[in-house]
């Protein structure tokens, strides 16, 4: 991490919209990872409601279908500016069709999450063309007993509108200068969507990637599913994110993610982006998906322009975070 740039204490404790805490997903197994979570979130300035369902139990469900589609009613009803998920897990695909997008993008409210909440995402993209928020989860990222200072800054600088310019270390990048709209998520997530009506139909978009226990084969079969249903090429350029916790195999014999990206590479016309601080890590970005950003790589380094209205240099650091490999 070089040239952080760090706000000040009083700012970070300053008074901030509130957050409804929500389970649209997998079961809590560690409810006391939430209340840790409301404790650390209210530290950085938010006043947090939690779900009354939000630690309920149906199977691996946080409770039943009709169960977790009235929490969504009930954060529509809250004051609560900021709608974050507890965790991911997998369970949001059931209810898609029982949502109502529309008064979800009508409310001004900010979704944010990430992993099984991509459906969520996409699917109010392509239903609305509201923007929603990939990054942080309650439970996943403020429910441990040390929080990643970086996660908790740029979550409240990027929801603040104060964050302009991620930067991150991308060696290994293929130049680009683009601009497009924003979108993705988790691999998985993203692919299953193929075929539905709740994936968003982008050309000449940002594509961002991320995924965790999945084998660099089932990587690259999915990346197979988007490039054959002609979703790779339509994009400006592909941003990857982390893909952890990968299994390997002896079949392998040195097939890793490495060689998955530069097959790749082979494949499509579109430029790729590797190193963005996002997936299953303790470190993320806060990122809006569905809105149009700015794509750029130069000497090593990726620059992602998140307000665009701004005229930026990239020797600059003000409202810049630069982030190091980790």
């Not at 059931?94 to 009508?106: I, K």
Request: proline share 6%; charged share 20%.
């Amino acid at each position: 991490m070089s040239d952080l740039h760090q706000p000040p204490a009083r700012a970070r404790r300053r008074r901030r919209p509130g957050i409804y805490l929500l389970s649209p997903a997998g079961a809590i197994i560690e409810p006391e990872r939430l209340e840790r979570a409301r404790a650390n979130l209210r530290k950085l300035g938010f006043n947090c409601t939690l779900d009354r369902t939000a630690t309920a139990r149906e199977q691996r469900f946080a409770g039943t279908d009709a169960q977790r589609l009235a929490a969504f009613e009930r954060a529509l009803r809250h004051p609560a500016d900021i709608v974050m998920a507890t965790r991911g897990g997998y369970g949001i695909s059931r209810l898609l069709p029982r949502l109502d997008f529309r008064a979800l993008a009508d409310s001004g409210k900010r979704f944010v999450g990430h992993s099984d909440f991509t459906a969520f995402q996409l699917a109010l993209l392509a239903k609305t063309g509201a923007v929603s928020w990939a990054g942080p989860m309650a439970s996943y990222d403020f429910g441990g007993e040390a929080v990643d200072e970086l996660t908790a800054d740029l979550f409240v600088e990027a929801l603040s509108g104060q964050l302009e310019i991620l930067s991150f270390e991308s060696p290994d990048s293929d130049p680009v200068d683009a601009r497009g709209v924003l979108w993705g998520g988790n691999l998985a997530l993203v692919t299953a969507l193929v075929g539905t009506p709740y994936l968003p139909k982008i050309r000449g978009g940002i594509l961002f990637l991320e995924d965790v226990n999945e084998s660099a084969y089932r990587i690259e079969r999915m990346l197979l599913q988007l490039l054959h249903a002609g979703i790779l090429d339509k994009q400006k350029a592909i941003v990857l994110g982390r893909f952890t916790e990968m299994p390997s195999s002896p079949l392998d014999q040195g097939y890793d993610l490495t060689a998955v990206i530069a097959w790749l590479r082979g494949q499509v016309r579109v430029p790729i982006v590797t190193g963005l601080p996002f997936g299953h890590v303790p470190l993320k970005a806060t990122l809006p998906v569905g809105a149009k950003v700015g794509i750029a790589t130069q000497d090593g380094m990726a620059y992602l322009v998140l307000q665009e209205h701004h005229h930026h240099d990239h020797d600059d650091p003000h409202h810049q975070h630069d982030i190091a490999s980790a």
